[in-house]
């Protein structure tokens, strides 16, 4: 585990949650969008965030990674502990934190003219951490681990934005892993994939939940069933239901929850 | 389905009403198929016993569409939580549903074996189990279309008064081939029939036991223990 803070390192005590949200509140300008979030994201597993566009979705995972404070009229109160350190505290380091907390968004965003190689160690090379004894192994590693290695192998130099959707998303994903991140936030990965390569990506997450913590936001409750262990349902900022999958959407305890999953109204 | 809550897809809400009425429907026409097949067996009406016999195929065409309509609806709508339930518990009751008109067909043939034979004193018995074996079957359908689980645990309690039936059916039957070798014949197509009543109990319970899955996600299949209804 890498640091987030220029503060002395301290070793955690062991921590069965990998995120702890309290009272997270966020606002965009006077929108407030998210109402005072609860929440445990247990480590090593993927979690899927579903609701209704507008909810408080995206922008819960992008407090995670404090990129909603880059937002000129964004707000946010409340504490979010990943591992146990308050991320919004004086001493830690966003640039660092998002090194350590990866984001893979909706449409495949690899640089198009940098080759396939330069596209994964990009984040590397930008914080000036690449060694050049170690960028072949991290490559390969990196690109193995996002199920790109065998199909890109023999075209390293080419440009990444020669790739396929599902080919760019992956890449991307592997660009997130090369810098050895603890957890991966991914906001509807798939929204712009066939199913074919939607396949392959929740394929993939089924590897990666081994070593990573993972939030997905989806609007595809079918996939929210496929790859998440816990699902939660957010409607108009605030958290209505938070539980195992299998069980949120078979037996929901929440009325709002069984309405929106069974797409009702009145 | 359950709750005065629409779907936003009129196309899907109106597919879930087609498979609840097939439901009803099926409901219907096996309670007349359980009615019919032992009025043909007490009446000694052959007659009556082939109507019920051909109503099966009814029963078995609206099994295969309710079925065929499911399936369709699993792979374009993937439902969840209720419509989920609802949809797998209707694969279900229609599988019980299609037993129950099976088994008042085997009443049916009893009835043509017997050849015009009198049921006598084991016919009032079938005629009891058949009044209460509508009733439930009648509570089961009404539970499932109100979504009471109430009803239907009174219907799952009800199958007891099935279950003796059965016992004195037997009891009943076993006296008389003991004491009149002749009864022998008869006594098996009688027994077998009051077996077959026994039997339908038992798919109604089923069917009262999906309705409390299906309301309150519960199941509570295989948790006590039926009535011995050995004879």
Not at chain 1, 36 to 58: L, R
Not at chain 2, 30 to 52: C, F, P, Q, R, Y
Request: aromatic fraction near 4%.
């Amino acid at each position: 585990m890498s640091q987030v803070s220029n503060a002395p390192k301290v070793v955690p005590e062991p921590i069965e949650s990998k995120v702890v949200a309290k009272g997270i509140k966020a606002w965009f300008g006077d929108n407030q969008v998210l109402k005072g979030i609860d929440m445990e994201i247990p480590q090593n597993e993927i979690t899927a965030i579903i609701g209704p566009s507008g909810c408080g979705k995206s922008t819960f995972i992008r407090c995670i990674n404090r990129m909603h404070e880059l937002v000129d009229i964004a707000r946010f109160e409340g504490e979010l502990l990943l591992d146990g350190k308050n991320i919004y505290d004086n001493d830690v380091d966003p640039v660092l934190l998002r090194r350590r907390v990866g984001m893979v968004f909706q449409k495949p965003n690899p640089f198009p003219t940098m080759s396939i190689r330069d596209n994964v160690l990009a984040g590397l090379k930008m914080t000036g951490r690449l060694r050049k004894s170690e960028a072949g192994e991290i490559l390969e590693r990196s690109l193995r681990q996002a199920a790109l290695w065998e199909e890109v192998k023999d075209r390293l130099g080419q440009p990444g934005g020669g790739l396929s959707g599902g080919q760019q998303q992956r890449l991307c994903i592997a660009r997130s892993l090369a810098v050895e991140p603890d957890m991966l936030l991914m906001d509807e990965p798939c929204s712009a994939l066939d199913p074919i390569a939607t396949a392959r990506i929740e394929d993939l997450l089924n590897d990666l939940r081994e070593h990573y913590t993972i939030i997905i936001v989806t609007h595809n409750m079918q996939q929210a069933t496929r790859v998440s262990d816990k699902t939660a349902f957010f409607l108009h900022g605030e958290l209505v239901e938070f539980g195992a999958t299998d069980t949120l959407f078979t037996h929901p305890s929440d009325s709002r929850t069984e309405d929106y999953i069974t797409g009702k109204f009145g | 389905m359950p709750g005065s809550k629409k779907h936003t897809n009129r196309e899907f809400e109106a597919a879930l009403k087609v498979i609840r009425d097939k439901l009803v429907s099926m409901g219907e026409a096996v309670e007349e198929m359980i009615g019919t097949s032992v009025d043909s067996l007490l009446k000694a009406d052959k007659e009556l016993a082939k109507k019920t016999i051909a109503r099966d195929h009814h029963v078995n065409r609206l099994e295969v569409d309710t079925d065929d309509l499911c399936l369709v609806l699993l792979a374009k709508r993937q439902p969840m939580a209720s419509d989920l339930r609802f949809i797998t518990l209707a694969m279900k009751m229609v599988t019980d549903l299609e037993r129950i008109g099976d088994l008042a067909v085997n009443i049916s043939e009893r009835t043509l074996a017997l050849d015009g034979f009198n049921a006598e004193i084991v016919g009032p018995i079938l005629g009891r189990m058949a009044k209460i074996n509508r009733s439930l079957i009648r509570d089961a359908i009404e539970s499932f279309i109100e979504e009471d689980p109430i009803r239907a645990e009174t219907v799952i309690k009800r199958d007891s008064e099935v279950d003796q039936l059965y016992l004195r059916a037997c009891n009943e039957v076993r006296q008389r081939m003991k004491s009149e070798e002749a009864y022998l014949d008869h006594g098996i197509h009688l027994q077998a029939a009051a077996k077959f009543l026994e039997r339908i109990g038992d798919h109604i319970t089923n069917l009262a036991e999906l309705v409390i899955f299906m309301v309150w996600g519960k199941d509570i299949r295989h948790l006590g223990s039926r009535g011995q209804t050995d004879c």
